[in-house]
């Protein structure tokens, strides 16, 4: 029971530039979202539901998938755009985006019932606790599907995650896997200058998780440290995935001001020219 | 209603919390318990000494334990969260409102020590804002049952017949436990335990038993009030509450709870749509608690059976003859 799988970093970037793509397109014509965020999380996106993710975009309430909970919920373009990408959804619902009567609400909507949203999110810090609530239930019963957490690194700030984190470990969860989007920015600016992260995996270590970092644009690395992953472990696992923000868009990587925005149609083509060349 | 009520025992309405959830771990190996420390003073302890393995200790962090609840849910577990009220609804406002409500999950939050009678623990220790910022999240049905009996009653009915989230609240001092084990209950339809009709006095909690006693007096002055037992905040009992503003033309309200935004604003939002009539509300009046035994607490708010009665020949003073 699996969607396509593809394990080719050519054919993995060629995915997350569809995705970009995608994203670009759905914020032009929604006129509001965050662009730079979502853009930079297409890579490990594309990784995920076309390489590492157990799921069938035909049930998406199959009992034994994979979840992935995107406590970063302002960047749900990206996973709207994936999920479409992957088979969950037409492609052209992407243009009904933040629109009355979409499923594709602003932050992800469970009970917009659009098919591969597993949870509502969209107020930061919420997210890593209901994964640990999926983790232990997998281990209640046996399950062996694991839970996946995209994390911002500004989100962390939250002090509701370092209370999910301390949880995790724990209670052993060796089937949870938290992924940080650590592409350095925030509305305001630099993290380091609005509230220090650093240094961030002593931190997750210190709480007894397993930490791995990546180049989160580089998908042979990454496959790589997925690898790495194992269960039965008895830690949960972090992936510090380092980012730019804006990625794969030349002309607004790493610039925050691309945090929260949305490009105009013009903008739109432009950025999309960027991306194909 | 028939029914004439006295008290069998004093018993905490906490215990009849821990007896209900425990009742329905018996029954349904989905429901599992979450502890933030303070388990025995919430009455989880017994389910957790009985299922131990259906039991998640997450410590002193109801933010998590929110969320946590909200992912157990979502995979079919029937999750009860309980802690002092105070934590259990204000600390994690944001979780309940998102991680549960906005989700529409059905999780169980059980919030103690609510009202002053938790006594000398004070103010932070009160829970007197609970029901209103529940009663306000949408898709949450909240319940407020009025002695042990009743409350292990509702406990059983909230776990096993809402399919959404549920807010009950229960109190810590052993208090009269009044109510059948027969007594039919069912969520969001309002009992009347007094019939009369010269006043309403709708109650709720701990009220209900000062409520009985103060009809008992006016009765004996030749008044006859009715009481309404209203465990079910929300989904509110309109067509009771309006029949009652219809029938007996004066309504005072009984709650240990802020009365803004409380039962008594609840009950003021249905009659002031549908029948307009006066209305006086008998609770606490924007300000905290403190320390104090619990009957000192009540008798310096005016949360007795006495202040109950002269609320209520007050308002009939203004009743048109």
Not at chain 1, 5 to 15: G, H, R
Not at chain 1, 103 to 111: A, N, S, T
Request: proline fraction near 4%.
């Amino acid at each position: 029971m699996l969607g396509k799988t593809i394990t080719d970093p050519v054919l993995l970037k060629q995915e997350a530039d569809a995705i970009r793509i995608s994203i670009i397109q759905s914020l032009a014509e929604a006129g509001s979202g965050h662009l730079g965020g979502s853009l930079d999380l297409a890579d490990i996106f594309a990784l995920l539901y076309f390489s590492v993710l157990n799921h069938d975009p035909d049930h998406p309430s199959w009992d034994e998938r994979d979840r992935l909970i995107l406590s970063i919920g302002h960047v749900a373009p990206v996973l709207y755009a994936t999920l479409a990408h992957a088979g969950y959804f037409k492609v052209e619902e992407l243009l009904t985006l933040r629109k009355l009567g979409s499923r594709l609400q602003g932050h992800p909507g469970r009970d917009h019932k659009l098919p591969g949203i597993e949870f509502s999110t969209g107020s930061l810090g919420q997210g890593l606790s209901a994964s640990i609530g999926l983790a232990i239930a997998a281990k209640m019963d046996k399950k062996e599907y694991k839970t996946f957490c995209i994390l911002g690194d500004g989100e962390l700030q939250e002090g509701s995650v370092w209370e999910a984190a301390m949880a995790a470990s724990h209670y052993r969860l060796d089937n949870l896997i938290a992924i940080v989007d650590r592409n350095g920015l925030q509305i305001d600016g630099q993290t380091e200058n609005i509230m220090q992260l650093e240094p961030l995996p002593e931190k997750w270590k210190s709480f007894n998780w397993h930490v791995l970092e990546c180049d989160g644009h580089d998908h042979s690395q990454m496959l790589k440290t997925f690898k790495k992953i194992h269960s039965n472990t008895g830690k949960p696992a972090v992936i510090i995935a380092h980012t730019i923000m804006g990625k794969g868009v030349p002309s607004i990587e790493g610039d925050f001001h691309w945090h929260g925005k949305a490009p105009t149609k013009e903008q739109a083509e432009k950025f999309i020219k960027e991306i194909t060349g | 209603m028939k029914e004439k009520f006295f008290n069998r025992e004093d018993r905490a309405t906490k215990i009849g919390f821990g007896e209900g959830l425990l009742a329905t771990g018996e029954r349904n190996p989905k429901v599992v318990a979450i502890g933030a420390d303070i388990t025995s003073s919430v009455g989880v302890n017994l389910f957790a000494e009985r299922f131990p393995n259906r039991f998640i200790s997450l410590g002193i962090a109801e933010q998590n334990c929110t969320g946590v609840a909200a992912g157990l849910a979502l995979v079919g577990k029937i999750p009860v969260f309980s802690t002092y009220g105070v934590f259990a609804t204000l600390r994690n406002a944001d979780m309940i409102r998102v991680s549960i409500c906005y989700n529409n999950l059905h999780v169980i939050i059980g919030g103690a020590h609510a009202g002053v009678s938790v006594g000398p623990d004070g103010a932070t220790h009160q829970a007197l804002e609970d029901i209103a910022v529940m009663r306000v999240m949408p898709n949450m049905t909240v319940l407020s049952p009025c002695d042990a009996t009743q409350t292990r009653l509702m406990t059983i009915a909230a776990i096993e017949q809402v399919r959404g989230p549920v807010y009950i609240r229960f109190g810590r001092e052993p208090m009269p436990d009044f109510t059948s084990e027969n007594l039919p209950i069912e969520i969001g339809k309002a009992q009347i335990f007094h019939e009369g009709s010269d006043i309403s006095i709708i109650s709720t909690g701990h009220m209900t038993w000062e409520a009985l006693q103060a009809a008992n007096m006016l009765d004996q002055l030749g008044i006859h009030p009715r009481v309404i037992n209203l465990h079910t905040i929300k989904p509110i009992d309109e067509e009771t509450i309006i029949r009652a503003a219809m029938e007996t033309g004066l309504i005072l309200t009984a709650e240990e709870h802020q009365i803004t935004g409380g039962l008594g604003g609840a009950v003021a939002e249905i009659v002031s749509r549908n029948c307009p009539v006066r209305i006086e509300m008998i609770g606490m009046r924007d300000h905290f608690g403190e320390s104090g035994k619990p009957r000192e607490l009540m008798e310096k708010y005016g949360l007795t059976a006495s202040a109950i009665k002269q609320g209520a020949l007050n308002l009939l003073k203004t009743k048109p003859k």
